[in-house]
């Protein structure tokens, strides 16, 4: 089902990689005082001689993507044995105190970047094969001969990104922690930035769509490597599913294949990346070449309404992702990202002058938008509902006012009402918190939009993160999904987004620049 | 202290390594039966669909030394995540039943040949980088994700090897039996030829000098790659350890380099292992220019004589080898030694004409032989006694008979009487017994010498043994001097002296061939 002729589009504009080295700029010693994570400078570890059982500690000063290389020599008797040892790796310090072994999560604990090797040859230079993502890496010396000890002469990582610093956009910020905050986003959005718009260069580093849609933006803010956008666009239209469906992500090896995971939002979200892409290059040829498998997507998702014009709820366990929230039910948030999608599709129709499409796509936003108003919007409550059990969510709010089924005052109402709803089912990751935010600048409050970014991504920069991180609940930081936060990312895409909308909406004098 | 010029003739001497592609024969299942371990064909490893947990064994239905290659796929999603793999190679199926982590012994735990490792990519080709020495390969899958199974679709090993199979001399052995025992030899023999005589292709690969003169021997009659014999001696010559001793043994990387190891038995070996050479290359120029080296030997083994004319004891562990027996007492076999090194130097005298010092030798030979028979030999027990304690080992009058301290008649009944002493120590290692072997051969005693390889070699063919194994005690066939029989090594060159006994001294007419 591959479109080679999209493919190979797609695949001529890969962006090259580059290559930084960066040192290990300490040594440090971790212990745990209370809950929180002490982290002092050591003995240089060049000046440590390993036995059977040492660690030592390296700290890279900041998140990387990479290659680990070491210098490995000797003290002693020639090496008469191979040397085995541990390598874990850590984003965050956090991770340096769970152990692998006691890990029992349901994400595949082949994640965790720990490895056990054998150097034959010392001294040598061990290159590390496989890429990780990482600011600590914690050696141990699992055994080793009585005859010699080991020294670790040199310890640098091959940083690898297709991101240039040089070609960030300079940016001024308001204040010394909103510029930390955007420096933060961008390094996040810059160590996703592989070979294509990975969702964490950790885990699960593939290219899925949601993701795509938040970096795409905040690249055009920050890096300006729109090619790069074009190319995912192009993947993702090379590789249907079955019917012309849109996959919900991508893997490049061994071969470019799209997942068996589908998604209702991210096969819409290709519209909107696929609008925002255009507004950001106004590039109309590829507008036009992409334009039928977008359009696809509106004939998939329409097959899914039910006679009242609403997207039908399903049992179906991720049918719609929104967001990693079990308990959320997804029917209105559909609805408004529907809403959502056929609005940029509407734009696109228009700028290709295609009227007769545009025209039946402007009726079904009506017909949809009026469904959204007349069977999901609950008098009593005063916001919108979703599911049969008529569930209340801070999500269902968000994606009805961005898909502008509610718009100006109602809508600033809708968003204050619902922070004072104690049922309504929260927010769990910076993914849904970008589109609150994003809903939020869209009817104007742009005061509360930054209070907003302040406390929730700004929590995590008062943590020490280096990268924002796929998983944040303010009220318990070290919390995990998985079952360990061995395997939490804490270098995810869709957490880049203070970058976008600092750049965008707010500058160092406090003027809204740049609003749509 | 390297000596450049007999390092660069050593290098360029060196051979070239065959490859063989060597499939996986079979797929089995291991088990326990009382003490006995039961091995019986399985499902086919490629008809297997590996979840996590998931078990196969690979056998490649003989001792292989070399690179494993496995060709990956999947049946289900396209992998979304690594595979985690543990990887356990055996010489030997009782490696199996051991637990790397629980083992406690004293030699380094990085000879375990368990690796543990991330496949990235699937569909791919796994070739492992490391040289490995294996007969069954236990591949456990430690996590995958849930969302595919991993299928192993090719399994093959790259066996490598500087003994061409081609090139091994034709034996027509007495029987069935000896001609199993030979095909044992010369595989151990073919597995440890690498780029230089290995002691061990598992564990210690490297090149010490008293394997060396075993495998030389048995070279001569089988593989016949001289040249690489020629290399080694050039090798130890060209790398001394202080004042010109020659080290008990030698590493190939990163850099050709002696040891820190110096044995009195293994530096004599050299005069003994050049004889040798000499003896079944006639190759004059090389006899020429090692003699100063191997002379210094005798130099150096003087300075520990006594008064008395006896090699002086030590209390310092390993001064001299012998065996891998704690309770043994050197002094009487070094001075065995002593005499059968000073004997292969007369000879090697002898051939370059070199009278002065062949004079001063034969001299040298008769004080240390009438000293050993003044001082070393006990009247009343009738037999060779070693150290202050007086002790009584068989090693003392092997080393004696070899050394001829002892000759004809007397040494026959030496060593028939020895077999009833006892307090007398008994050998422990193929090495010690190879050497006892040697001397009923030197003194006539075919038969007895050919029961008692049939008894100890033999003990370990009927256990299986695909090539001879380091260590064999008959009477405890697991038994491991390292503290678990999962650092054994079970290829072991020292032991590979039946092809050389047989094909020398045994004929399938059983008639005495070829003896000096």
Not at 8 to 18: E, G, Q, S, Y
Not at 275 to 301: H, M
Not at 342 to 357: C, F, H, N, P, Y
Not at 488 to 495: E, G, L, M, Q, T
Request: proline content about 3%.
């Amino acid at each position: 089902m591959k479109n080679q002729k999209l493919l190979n589009k797609a695949l001529n504009l890969l962006p090259d990689l580059v290559e930084t080295k960066v040192d290990a700029v300490q040594t440090v010693e971790l212990y745990k005082n209370d809950n929180s994570i002490v982290i002092e400078q050591a003995v240089d570890y060049r000046k440590r001689v390993l036995k059977k059982g040492s660690r030592v500690c390296l700290d890279f000063g900041n998140h990387q993507v990479g290659y680990l290389t070491l210098n490995l020599n000797y003290r002693g008797s020639h090496p008469d044995a191979p040397v085995w040892l541990k390598l874990h790796f850590a984003e965050n310090a956090t991770e340096l105190f769970e152990d692998g072994k006691s890990y029992q999560g349901w994400i595949c604990s082949s994640w965790i970047e720990e490895e056990q090797l054998h150097v034959d040859v010392v001294p040598s230079q061990l290159r590390l094969p496989r890429r990780y993502a990482f600011r600590y890496v914690m050696i141990e010396v699992l055994d080793i001969s009585s005859k010699f000890d080991l020294v670790v002469e040199d310890a640098f990582c091959t940083a690898v990104s297709s991101a240039k610093d040089q070609e960030l956009s300079a940016f001024k910020a308001q204040n010394h922690k909103l510029a930390k905050m955007d420096q933060i986003a961008c390094r996040t959005l810059h160590n996703c930035m592989q070979q294509v718009f990975e969702d964490g260069p950790k885990r699960d580093r593939r290219l899925w769509m949601g993701d795509l849609r938040i970096q795409a933006l905040t690249n055009y803010e920050t890096y300006n490597n729109n090619d790069m956008v074009k190319a995912c666009l192009y993947l993702f239209a090379a590789l249907p599913m079955e019917k012309g469906r849109m996959g919900a992500c991508l893997f490049l090896s061994p071969e470019p294949e799209v997942d068996d995971t589908q998604m209702f939002d991210y096969s819409l979200f290709f519209i909107n990346t696929l609008w925002d892409y255009y507004e950001a290059t106004k590039d109309k040829e590829t507008l036009q070449e992409l334009w039928p498998v977008a359009l696809r997507q509106i004939e998939l998702a329409e097959e899914q309404l039910d006679e009242k014009m609403l997207v039908g709820d399903s049992d179906v366990l991720g049918w719609c992702f929104v967001d990693w929230n079990l308990n959320l039910n997804k029917q209105a948030s559909a609805q408004g990202i529907f809403l959502y999608a056929l609005s940029a599709a509407i734009r696109i129709a228009q700028v290709l002058g295609d009227v007769m499409t545009e025209e039946k796509l402007a009726e079904l936003y009506c017909e949809c938008r009026n469904a959204a108003n007349l069977y999901l919007w609950d008098g009593e409550k005063q916001c919108y509902i979703s599911g049969k059990e008529r569930q209340v969510s801070v999500a269902s709010q968000v994606w009805m006012i961005l898909g502008e089924a509610i718009e100006d005052q109602a809508a600033v109402n809708l968003l204050r009402r619902v922070e004072t709803i104690s049922e309504a089912e929260k927010m769990v990751t910076p993914y849904m918190y970008h589109n609150y935010i994003a809903a939020l600048l869209l009817v104007g409050e742009k005061k509360m939009a930054l209070q907003k970014m302040e406390a929730y991504w700004g929590g995590m920069t008062d943590l020490g993160a280096d990268t924002f991180w796929e998983l944040y609940n303010p009220e318990n930081p070290s919390e995990s999904p998985y079952g360990g936060t061995i395997v939490n990312s804490y270098c995810h895409a869709w957490s880049c987004g203070p970058a976008y909308f600092l750049r965008k909406y707010f500058t160092a004098d406090g003027s809204l620049k740049g609003e749509k």
